[in-house]
């Protein structure tokens, strides 16, 4: 399934891997998932349970029927384009919570909400790159960054703090891409340096993922 293909590239390029499928934990339809997620909006989203005592963790991953049909007959793995891209990114930032939480979690390391969007913000940017190159290897996708982090909204539905915290991981995330934009432009061994970097990112904490990107961007 394209899912758990997904997982397998964004596991490639971070060189992490779990012992679940992601797809072992989806839902598409959101009356099977608790009382309190059925109202929700968005097209996706990672449900997490905790028990009492915090040893057991639960996980569903909720993503719209309708997006999944659409990546099944344009599938962005084979061609990533204009009329695909918004799906694509739709299901590889659930694909990306799922794996960065639950990677997290048998490293008994804690994750914050901000970490958690942040890299997703990343990871849209980093699997998106990697895949266009590999697509179309003449072409520096150059439109990438801006498309994703210049032209895309919040959505204004959401409550004023969920917005506050969207809006400073896609700022982050905004100006760390950038950095690594420069670096695979410029530098003649540029992703072979970029890939070093993000999987030292990727195993950073909240606060220093953020100290990183105040300090080198």
């Not at 969007?117 to 439109?143: G, T």
């Not at 917005?163 to 991981?169: I, S």
Request: proline share 3%; with cysteine; net charge neutral.
């Amino acid at each position: 399934m394209l899912l758990s293909r997904l997982q397998t590239l964004i596991g490639g390029i971070y060189d992490v891997s779990v012992a679940y499928d992601v797809c072992d934990f989806l839902v598409t339809d959101r009356r099977s998932l608790p009382a309190i997620a059925h109202s929700g909006l968005a097209d996706e989203e990672l449900i997490v349970a905790e028990s009492a005592d915090g040893a057991e963790m639960g996980l569903s991953l909720y993503l719209d029927a309708a997006v999944l049909e659409r990546l099944k007959s344009a599938d962005p793995l084979v061609e990533l384009n204009a009329g695909n891209v918004a799906d694509w990114w739709t299901a590889l930032e659930g694909v990306s919570h799922f794996l960065y939480l639950a990677w997290n979690a048998g490293h008994d390391k804690p994750v914050s909400l901000l970490e958690l969007e942040m890299q997703a913000e990343v990871d849209k940017y980093v699997a998106s790159y990697y895949l266009m190159r590999r697509q179309y290897p003449r072409h520096f996708p150059a439109e990438l960054r801006r498309v994703l982090f210049e032209r895309t909204r919040i959505d204004p539905r959401l409550a004023h703090e969920r917005r506050r915290l969207y809006a400073e991981a896609h700022r982050y995330a905004a100006r760390f891409c950038r950095r690594l934009e420069e670096r695979l432009t410029r530098a003649a061994n540029g992703e072979r340096e970029v890939l070093t970097e993000l999987r030292r990112f990727y195993r950073l904490s909240t606060g220093r993922k953020r100290a990183h990107i105040e300090r080198t961007s």
